[in-house]
């Protein structure tokens, strides 16, 4: 999509390279040649765990890619850019996983059940944990399938124990899918074996697409309003068949707003707030129904353009991300300033809009012109 008169001036923070730049960088395989020590490395492991071990080890070479492998089915995603590290800056070009992405992965090819769907930290304090054990045991109760967890009151990362002192890891970003010694020092917080019991998820009903709840005590509806009767109520997370998603009733819960609504199989609707993923799930068709209803509060709709567009905490691209929108997304922009001056996609912009929810987003990524003519300065 066009977009009309934007600034040109050098310097700023640069978010984009030609592909010449970058088709070296990113012509690596997919996989590395097969690493012999990754495998079930000692005895006692369940047929489950041994077939979790084979699946991680299966992706040895694959990039490490923050956010990569929590998409609506486990597997490999592109990942996006953290908002602190700079080896991320290129995280929404490389096809992988993150540390819990992978786990998650491995425990789905194992079981045929989504078991691990969320963050190292979820992982942690899973409900399928069979046994626990704690970082003072070390290694010696460990069996290989085992999760291994680094944190110190919130856990922000996991690996697979593989036996013989040796696991298996997505380590961060800039690097590939390995097999390294284990490491125990440290904020290490101690292990967690997963039962991994139980029938595979079936597929989702009339061509919708699985997803996953969050939170308990959670309603669907029988339109896409907290105000009409309650169809279902989900006492845990649960996994849905989503249909398809529309902009309807804005809701505010748990500390987010948003306006989307997901029609399950059985036609029901749910909020997206307690749906796991962005405001709006990629890969999910628009349901036909209501338009984007009018903002409210002052602010004036606008639409983004181009994928995997993120906001962030202040205008500024290193900021703390807020959200993440994968398609074109309607927005309400409340008022815009210039702050950190931004070179994307081929254009230079130091304006920045602010949102609703109070996140900002480079006027660069939002259709019209470089300084929206109907928004206030804040």
Known sequence: ??????????????????????????SAPAHAAPDASCGVLAPGAS????????????QIG?????????????GATYGYYDGSDPDSAHDNERKGFDCSGLMRYAYYQATGKDLLNGTADDQFRSS?????????????????????????????????YLGGGQMVEAYESGTHIRVAPVRTGGDYAGAVRINGSGTP???????GT???????????????????SVVDTFPGPTQVSVQCQEHAETVSAEGYTNDIWSKLADGSWLTNIYIK????????????????PPPTGGSKAHQTWGTGVRTHSEPNVN????????????????????????????????????????????????????????????
């Open 1 to 26: 999509m066009k977009i009309t008169s934007m600034r040109r001036r050098t310097g700023g923070a640069v978010l984009g390279a030609s592909v010449l730049a970058l088709s070296a960088f990113f």
């Open 47 to 58: 047929a489950t765990a041994q077939a979790a071990v084979s699946a991680a080890c299966s």
């Open 62 to 74: 694959v990039w490490y890619s923050w956010g990569g492998g929590h998409g609506p089915t486990p």
């Open 128 to 160: 399928q944990a069979a046994a626990r054990f704690s970082a003072s045991q070390g290694t010696a109760p460990l069996l290989p399938g085992d999760l291994m967890f680094w944190g110190s009151g919130h856990v922000h990362h996991v690996a697979m």
């Open 201 to 207: 998820t079936p597929p989702p009903a009339n061509g």
């Open 210 to 228: 699985t997803f996953e709840t969050w939170g308990t005590g959670v309603r669907t509806h029988s339109t896409p309003s907290v105000r009409s």
């Open 277 to 292: 993923g962005p405001a709006e799930l990629p890969g999910i068709p628009d349901c036909g129904g209501s338009s984007t």
């Open 319 to 378: 900021a703390v991300v807020v959200d993440y929108f994968a398609q074109p997304t309607t927005i309400n922009v409340v008022c815009q300033a210039h702050a950190q001056e931004v070179t994307a996609e081929g254009y230079t912009n130091d304006a920045w809009s602010k949102l609703t929810d109070g996140s900002w987003l480079t006027n660069i990524y939002i259709e019209g012109p470089a300084w929206l003519s109907d928004v206030p300065t804040c």
